[in-house]
């Protein structure tokens, strides 16, 4: 397992940035930057199960451990979706948070990805990708 830190600062407040990260339409606008026409389902409320497919039902699902709206959300990675199946795996503890802080000139926004070796360059490629899309939608008017 390998911790990965990814920051970026969004001139927006931290209720906008939250809602851009967990509404669903514009989560299928930057999540797309890790994998075409991702989208949810599920509440995001603390110990539901969060589903994040892929246009063929395939994706993978995880469990919120904590959800201070617009601050932090935390989950940890259960398993995969296949044809809409969970297949549960024994991972050690992948897990990712989402951090809000307040800043001077909006929000920064942390994420804290705790990755399987194998995902490490996957991360690293996909989450700056992310981010920039994540400013951009919390920036516009």
Not at 1 to 19: G, H, N, R, S, Y
Not at 46 to 67: A, K
Request: charged share 25%; proline share 4%; hydrophobic share 35%.
């Amino acid at each position: 397992m390998k911790l990965l830190v990814f920051k970026i600062q969004i001139t927006a407040p931290a209720e906008k940035v939250w809602e851009v990260l967990f509404t669903q339409d514009s989560e299928r606008n930057w999540a797309s930057a890790l994998n075409e026409g991702t989208y949810f389902e599920g509440n995001w409320e603390e110990g539901s199960t969060m589903r994040f497919l892929d246009q063929d039902n395939n994706g993978m699902y995880n469990l919120v451990t904590r959800n201070y709206p617009g601050k932090e959300l935390a989950m940890k990675h259960l398993g995969w979706i296949l044809n809409g199946e969970l297949s549960p795996q024994n991972w050690e503890d992948p897990t990712v948070t989402y951090i809000l802080e307040p800043s001077e000139s909006g929000t920064l926004l942390c994420a804290e990805v705790n990755s399987l070796d194998e995902f490490v360059d996957f991360f690293n490629s996909k989450y700056p990708q992310n981010f920039e899309k994540i400013k951009e939608l919390s920036e516009k008017e």
